[in-house]
C-alpha cells in the first residue's frame, strides 16, 4: 500500500464538475481546499461529494469575497472509493479551486 500526494486544480463553470474522482480500492483525504476570487465582486461555490448516485452537498453556495482567498475545510475531509468531489459557481471563470489530497492504496 502506497501513500501519494496529489492536487486537483479547476475553474468551476455554473455547470457542475468533478474536481477530484477517489480511485478504486483507494481512500483519500482532503487536507486542503483552497478556493481564489480574482474577480472584482464576490462569487459563491457549491461542493458535493457524489456518492454512487447520491449527492451530499458539504458547502451549500459558499460566498467569496472579491480578491480573497478562503481555505474550505477546518478538518480533513474524506473520500472513499469510487466517491467523487464536485463544484460549481454561479459565475463561471471568477474563482479557482485547488484541493490538496493524500491517496492511501
Not at 468533478?18 to 461555490?45: E, Q, W
Not at 480578491?67 to 474524506?78: D, F, H, I, R, Y
Request: with cysteine.
Amino acid at each position: 500500500m502506497s501513500n501519494v500526494y496529489v492536487n486537483a486544480k479547476q475553474v468551476p463553470t455554473t455547470s457542475e464538475a468533478v474536481l477530484y474522482t477517489c480511485g478504486p480500492f483507494k481512500t483519500a483525504i482532503v487536507k486542503s481546499l483552497l478556493v481564489c476570487n480574482s474577480n472584482n465582486s464576490s462569487a459563491r461555490l457549491l461542493t458535493v461529494i457524489l456518492s454512487g448516485s447520491s449527492e451530499f452537498t458539504i458547502f451549500d453556495v459558499k460566498s467569496i469575497a472579491s480578491g480573497s482567498t478562503v481555505e474550505l475545510l477546518t478538518a480533513p475531509l474524506v473520500l472513499q472509493a469510487d466517491e467523487a468531489l464536485k463544484i460549481s459557481a454561479d459565475a463561471a471563470t471568477d474563482l479557482a479551486v485547488v484541493a490538496s489530497i493524500l491517496e492511501i492504496g
